[in-house]
Nanobody, 115 residues
Framework: QVQLVESGGGLVQAGGSLRLSCAAS????????MGWYRQAPGKQRELVAR???????NYANSVKGRFTISRDNAKNTVYLQMNSLKPEDTAVYYC?????????WGQGTQVTVSS
């Protein structure tokens, strides 16, 4: 089992920045990918960004150029730096880890962007 603990959400004005963190613990395997997803009220959960253990990344078109995903493998932690936030970025953000064919999810952290 893998446990994921997220932190860093909150309330910010449009144009502001937030940094999310997600620390993994438990049965950690070196070959994995980690990512951030988000779910706004009434909408499906969607991919925001993912990063593999060797640093390959992919982003949703809606966040390219504004968000940056990174990771510290020594700390089993993934980060999401969110800049130029928009009200439409408001959602619950979930951390995800995929390893050995298994998906693990964090409890979610609320990000609210006011206009």
């Amino acid at each position: 089992q893998v446990q994921l603990v997220e932190s860093g959400g909150g309330l910010v004005q449009a144009g502001g920045s937030l940094r999310l963190s997600c620390a993994a613990s438990g049965s950690i395997f070196s070959i994995n990918s980690m990512g951030w997803y988000r779910q706004a009220p009434g909408k499906q959960r969607e991919l925001v960004a993912r990063i593999t253990n060797i640093g390959f990344t992919n982003y949703a078109n809606s966040v390219k150029g504004r968000f940056t995903i990174s990771r510290d493998n020594a700390k089993n932690t993934v980060y999401l730096q969110m800049n130029s936030l928009k009200p439409e970025d408001t959602a619950v953000y979930y951390c995800n880890r995929l390893q050995e064919g298994n998906d693990y999810w964090g409890q979610g952290t609320q990000v609210t962007v006011s206009s």
